[in-house]
């Protein structure tokens, strides 16, 4: 396939169409948030559009239907300050953009990682790593290609939202965009600091110097349904799993056994590597936090470790995730479940998290992460023209080590977006095992 060329026909400030009250001027961050690379999440929507939508009505009705819902999402239109966001109507950048050289049906064809880079409106910043940390924190683009096909491409800094919450700003910019404001049940509200701890500027946390230098690559790995079960059967295991392991689980641990190999055929200087999880908390405390919350909601913890001579079996650490799984639902029930024990379950988590975190050193442990966005109703979003052909996620600049999981459009599969280091990803991608399960990077219309 051809390089596709991407050209930047437009960009403007969109900012909340009514004004935030006075009230609402200032919101405090979270320890949780504070701890935070300074990147963005993001999310590509990608539809075969009708192409009797004219590009300027697109624009328009997108431009129109962001500005009403950033009324709501008044945080996205603000700046970082410190601890504090400050919520200033500076308004969020919205680009417009076109191919001229490639259909989109070619490029769902196999779509290359480096070529879905240039779908974000990262380019209308000097530096993404500062511009996360302070403004913008929200970024689009509407890319439109000759066949009447578009991508959107949505960056939300990961300071003030996590996966679920990208996902409840784009079902609501959608549902707005249709006509339909009450599509979406229940307000966002912005109060991840009154469940973790509120940040303090004199926290410092040790990070990985190397963060955003390294030489690493992403690709995509696609087990499809049927693959999914086969490896579900094969994690599943009389003596050591009582239930059918999920399919989350399973791919989950197969990741984690391929990581380590692929990590153990080079030279390392390691002694141990580490699988860290992040589980998202809305649907563990429901009673507590609800899927309209927007924030950092999640737990972070280490969930697996190996040394030197260790060797990975997939039901074994479909056994050890269902553990710690286990042990994070018993925390949260010692607490209770009543309003009142919020704050109080938020600061035993927060805690634990840089308990665990302060207990790893860069230089003798190696940290893997798999994120899951699995079941965020992503594939609902139509912003009156259908619903999307793929949709696709990740955060930007892209971290090292990092596994994310999203459904596939049949709502059974799963799709892999792996990014290891270079010399990594020629043995991970090259793993018959890994490659009974997942096809590498498949067309996307078939």
């Given at each position: ?68 819902t ?43 990682f ?38 959107i ?11 679920a ?5 784009i ?18 509200e ?15 946390l ?68 580490v699988?860290i ?16 919350l ?34 994070l639902r ?7 479940g ?43 979003a ?25 459904d ?39």
């Amino acid at each position: 396939m051809e390089t596709i060329k991407v050209e930047t026909i437009g960009k403007e400030i969109i900012k909340p169409s009514s004004t935030i009250p006075n009230n609402l001027r200032t919101l405090q961050l979270s320890i949780y948030d504070h701890i935070l690379p300074p990147i963005y999440t993001v999310a590509f929507l990608l539809y075969t559009k009708n192409d009797l939508i004219s590009q300027e009505h697109t624009s328009h009705k997108l431009k129109t239907s962001l500005s009403e819902t950033l009324t709501k999402f008044y945080p996205l239109a603000g700046r970082i300050n410190g601890v504090i966001v400050d919520c200033t109507d500076e308004g969020a950048i919205f680009v417009d953009a076109r191919v001229n050289n490639c259909p989109l049906t070619e490029f769902l064809q196999c779509p290359d990682f480096d070529a879905l880079q240039q779908l974000l409106p990262l380019d209308a910043v000097d530096n993404p790593y500062v511009a996360a940390a302070t403004w913008p924190l929200l970024l689009v683009k509407a890319t439109y290609f000759p066949c009447g096909g578009m991508a959107i491409g949505i960056c939300i800094t990961h300071k003030i939202a996590d996966a679920a919450s990208i996902s409840t700003f784009i079902r609501s910019w959608a549902a707005t965009a249709r006509g339909e404001n009450d599509a979406v049940k229940g307000s966002p509200e912005f109060v991840a600091a009154n469940f973790y701890p509120p940040a303090n500027e004199a926290f410092k946390l040790h990070v990985d110097e190397q963060v955003g230098e390294r030489s690493s690559i992403t690709k995509r790995f696609v087990f499809k349904a049927s693959k999914v079960e086969e490896l579900r059967t094969k994690a599943a295991s009389a003596e050591t799993v009582l239930d059918r392991p999920t399919r989350v689980e399973s791919v989950t641990s197969l990741l984690w056994k391929c990581f380590v190999a692929a990590a153990f055929s080079k030279k390392t200087t390691c002694d141990h590597k580490v699988l860290i999880q992040l589980a998202n908390l809305r649907s563990k405390i429901p009673s507590l936090l609800q899927e309209s919350l927007i924030g950092n909601l999640m737990f972070s913890s280490v969930v697996l470790s190996i040394g030197l001579e260790g060797e990975i079996k997939i039901e074994e650490a479909v056994r050890d995730l269902r553990k710690k799984r286990e042990e994070l639902r018993t925390m949260i029930l010692d607490e209770g479940g009543s309003s009142d024990s919020s704050s109080m379950i938020g600061s035993k988590l927060a805690n634990l998290m840089l308990t665990n975190y302060s207990r790893l050193s860069y230089e003798t442990h190696k940290p893997y992460t798999v994120s899951s966005w699995c079941k965020l109703p992503l594939y609902e979003a139509s912003f009156g023209w259908g619903s999307p052909v793929w949709v696709a996620g990740n955060v930007a600049p892209v971290l090292g080590n990092l596994a994310m999981l999203m459904d596939s459009k049949d709502g059974q599969g799963i799709e892999a977006f792996v990014t290891l280091p270079e010399e990594n990803m020629s043995s991970f991608e090259q793993d018959l095992e890994l490659l009974a399960f997942a096809s590498l990077n498949p067309n996307i219309l078939v």
